[in-house]
């Protein structure tokens, strides 16, 4: 045999072995055990009380509150902002420290004022002078209380 | 929610997160492969279902670090796999390569002839007789018909050592299937 009909067979050899192994699958035994692992590993990580939820956003915009007046001042308490029938705002922006949200996590948004200083923080411009003027911002508060995004409303 | 549309990248992050749909479809997504590969290589359905599970594994928790500059999460999977199934061969002498045909029977349907039968576990068996590196690059470039490219990432080697050994694995391959008359019996195939 030419060496070119011994590469023709052998390539017709490996096809047929390659059709002759699409058939076997690993036992399912194998799904169930990784499934069992997977469960025991992300169990802790899983958060599926929403019940809580309330609670947990009312803590967590209080510790978003307290870090992001990191700059001594006098108190002054979070004032619930009106809602305006025409209001701008920028685009949600992630907070750096935070992990992405899912798509099909439960999440809540609560309304805050923070001092206009704190929009350089996200790269926004703020006026000279800004002091202790206040800005709406909008949080989003992950299921497990966490910010995950804000964005700044006029 | 149905995550099949999500790609690799996306299911690898989200089930880091502790989605455990994304798990499963990245598990059905590529379970067949590397368990296929790890047949090729071990001969073993034992051996191979040991590798899958050691691939998923570490998968899970988080021990598989995916970076898109380097390849495809197909490639890395393949990868991982390639380890573990060296590291069973130079180890443990029941995954060894002199597996029985009765414990590789895969596709029977197809196989009614015995000819036939006969001329893929000659071709089976001498696939298993080739020398890993060479056994591998069989395995994904001819059985998995993967791209070089992506066998070269799935191997760490550069695309010219994959043609290359892939020639000399191949010629290998020829010599020992025509010294038991392969040709007659592929012939008898068509």
């Not at chain 1, 002759?20 to 055990?33: F, H, M, Y």
């Not at chain 1, 202790?132 to 508060?141: E, P």
């Not at chain 2, 299911?11 to 590397?34: D, I, K, M, N």
């Not at chain 2, 790890?38 to 998923?56: K, N, P």
Request: proline fraction near 5%; hydrophobic fraction near 45%.
């Amino acid at each position: 045999m030419t060496e070119e009909s011994n590469h023709e067979a052998l390539m017709q050899a490996l096809g047929a072995l390659r059709e002759s192994i699409q058939g076997p699958e690993a036992a399912l035994r194998v799904e169930d055990a990784l499934l069992r692992a997977y469960r025991q590993r992300y169990a802790a990580k899983r958060r599926s009380w929403p019940w809580r939820a309330w609670r947990v956003a009312a803590v967590a915009a209080a510790v978003l509150i307290a870090l992001l007046t990191l700059i001594p001042r006098p108190e002054q308490p979070v004032e619930p902002m009106p809602v305006s029938a025409r209001e701008f705002s920028t685009e949600y922006m992630p907070m750096s420290f935070s992990e992405p949200l899912m798509p099909e996590e439960f999440v809540h948004v609560v309304r805050i004022s923070v001092p206009r200083s704190e929009l350089v923080r996200f790269g926004l411009p703020a006026e000279p002078g800004a002091g202790g003027a206040r800005v709406t911002a909008d949080v989003v508060l992950g299921e497990d209380g966490v910010a995950r995004a804000i964005r700044f409303v006029r | 929610m149905d995550l099949t549309e999500l790609s690799d990248e996306i299911l690898l992050t989200r089930l880091l997160a502790g989605c455990e749909q994304s798990f499963t479809t990245l598990y059905h997504r590529h379970r067949a492969r590397v368990y296929r590969f790890a047949l090729e290589m071990s001969g073993s359905q034992i051996a191979a279902e040991e590798v899958l599970q050691e691939v998923f594994l570490a998968v899970l928790n988080g021990e598989v670090r995916y970076d898109p500059a380097r390849g495809s999460v197909s490639a890395l999977l393949l990868g991982v796999a390639r380890n573990h199934v060296l590291r069973l061969l130079r180890h443990d002498s029941r995954h060894s390569a002199a597996a029985t045909a009765e414990e590789y029977s895969g596709g029977t349907d197809a196989l009614a002839d015995l000819t036939q039968r006969e001329t893929i576990e000659a071709v089976r068996q001498a696939v298993l007789s080739l020398p890993p590196a060479y056994r591998e690059v069989i395995a994904l470039c001819d059985l998995e018909e993967m791209e070089y490219a992506e066998a070269a990432e799935a191997l760490g080697r550069p695309v010219g050592t994959v043609r290359s050994r892939l020639h000399r694995a191949r010629s290998l391959l020829a010599e020992k299937l025509a010294a038991g008359s392969l040709a007659g019996a592929a012939r008898s195939m068509t």
